[in-house]
């Protein structure tokens, strides 16, 4: 197999398919590299749901900020597709004085890059969502936050996508990127040799490997995190809550299902593929950490749960950035588990720079120059 495009994107889940979908948009051809045999199936599929701008590190918070104004309210018309965005806030609980100083520090750091967001009382918590415990006693509050369904929001990318033309390569394990006078040009997989102007890398943990093929590490490893679904219940709240110490976060859908994301990784000795299930005790550990904050939910059913693997970067924020040593590749990978939220953002953004035009959001704190960088 040998296909040329404009651009070649490894990775097909939300950072790559919502690049494709915006690259296309601007008359490029496209190629996304999918190692697996459908789009989804890994993180992009596998998460929460969130889009918060709190709680945030202030490096990647204007990508969120951007993103909740500009793209998510009219996403659903846009691609087509009802992609279940509710924007009805976000609460950070805490329960302790400690909590509330953690939640008060992000607060102070979002509030000073103009983000509408503030500490609320334990009382005022209770009166935007009443299922909440009494020991609850305070919780950063911000109004513009919400949620969205992750799978539905990939897939309508990846459709609107092929729509304009993006061609998709499924079962493509990249073996290597490869340089053509002195840049990246080509990327071989066990199938064949692909050839565009500009590589986007985009693979989510496996974006390390790939990379380090052109001589570019960047620290990253990989986590898995599990994720549970409730049978339905009763219309209760629509806003997303999270924790101080991130135990958990999650929201209850439009079908009344709640879906909860666990903060704490799994052991991977126990899992080593999302194809295995969590183990009941970590399971069990997560409900018991979400009764004690929703004691309203201690007779809802857990129906299924699941695995999902993330690409843990060294100080918890991605790398976004032209590699200057390897002219014609972009690195974007090492979102650390919240990628969704700012992927419609980070897929303009990425779709500028592969077109050498200036971003809309400065990114320039996330550049991969941030570590010791070691070249080959």
């Given at each position: 197999m040998k296909a040329n495009a404009d651009v070649i994107i490894i990775g097909g889940g939300i950072i790559g398919c919502s690049t494709a979908y915006y690259l296309a948009k601007k008359g490029k051809t496209v190629i996304v590299l999918e190692k697996g045999n459908k789009i989804g199936y890994g993180g992009?599929?596998?998460?929460?749901?969130?889009?918060?701008?709190?709680?945030?590190?202030?490096?990647?918070?204007?990508?969120?900020?951007y993103g909740v104004k500009n793209l998510w309210p009219h996403l659903s018309e846009e691609l087509g597709t009802d992609v279940e965005y509710y924007q009805r806030g976000n609460l950070r609980l805490g329960k302790t004085d400690e909590h509330l100083k953690i939640l008060q520090g992000l607060t102070d750091v979002a509030v000073s890059l103009g983000l509408d967001v503030k500490m609320i009382s334990g009382e005022d918590v209770r009166e935007i969502c009443p299922h909440l415990s009494d020991e609850v006693i305070g919780a950063s509050w911000c109004q513009s936050d919400g949620h969205a369904n992750p799978l539905l929001t990939t897939l309508a990318f990846y459709s609107k996508a092929n729509m304009f033309g993006v061609h998709f390569f499924f079962e493509q394990s990249v073996l290597a990127i490869?340089?053509?006078?002195?840049?990246?040009?080509?990327?071989?997989t066990t199938s064949g040799e692909f050839e565009a102007e500009?590589?986007?890398?985009?693979?989510?943990?496996?974006?390390?490997?790939?990379?380090?093929?052109?001589?570019?590490?960047?620290?990253?490893?990989?986590?898995?995190?599990?994720?549970?679904?409730?049978?339905?219940?009763?219309?209760?709240?629509?806003?997303?809550?999270?924790?101080?110490?991130?135990?958990?976060?999650g929201h209850q859908t439009a079908h009344g299902s709640f879906i909860f994301g666990a903060g704490t990784p799994l052991d991977s000795s126990t899992v080593k593929s999302v194809?295995?299930?969590?183990?009941?005790?970590?399971?069990?550990a997560t409900c018991k950490g979400i009764i004690?904050?929703?004691?309203?939910?201690?007779?809802?059913?857990?129906?299924?749960?699941?695995?999902?693997?993330?690409?843990?970067?060294?100080?918890?924020?991605?790398?976004?950035?032209?590699?200057?040593?390897?002219?014609?590749?972009?690195?974007?990978?090492?979102?650390?588990?919240?990628?969704f939220g700012i992927a419609p953002c980070v897929g303009t953004v990425l779709s500028e720079m592969a077109c050498d035009e200036t971003p809309s959001i400065d990114i320039s704190e996330l550049n991969y120059g941030r570590f010791s960088v070691n070249h080959i």
């Open positions: 992009s599929g596998r998460n929460g749901g969130g889009v918060r701008q709190s709680g945030r590190d202030k490096r990647e918070l204007p990508l969120a900020m490869k340089k053509v006078a002195g840049r990246a040009r080509k990327v071989i500009k590589i986007v890398l985009a693979a989510g943990y496996e974006s390390q490997a790939i990379a380090k093929t052109v001589g570019i590490t960047v620290p990253m490893k990989k986590l898995a995190l599990d994720t549970l679904i409730t049978d339905a219940q009763p219309p209760m709240f629509y806003q997303m809550l999270g924790t101080a110490m991130a135990d958990f976060y194809v295995d299930h969590p183990p009941a005790s970590a399971t069990a004690g904050f929703i004691p309203a939910l201690k007779h809802a059913k857990v129906v299924r749960s699941w695995v999902g693997f993330i690409d843990w970067c060294e100080d918890k924020v991605p790398v976004l950035d032209h590699v200057q040593e390897v002219p014609g590749l972009i690195l974007a990978f090492g979102f650390s588990g919240h990628g």
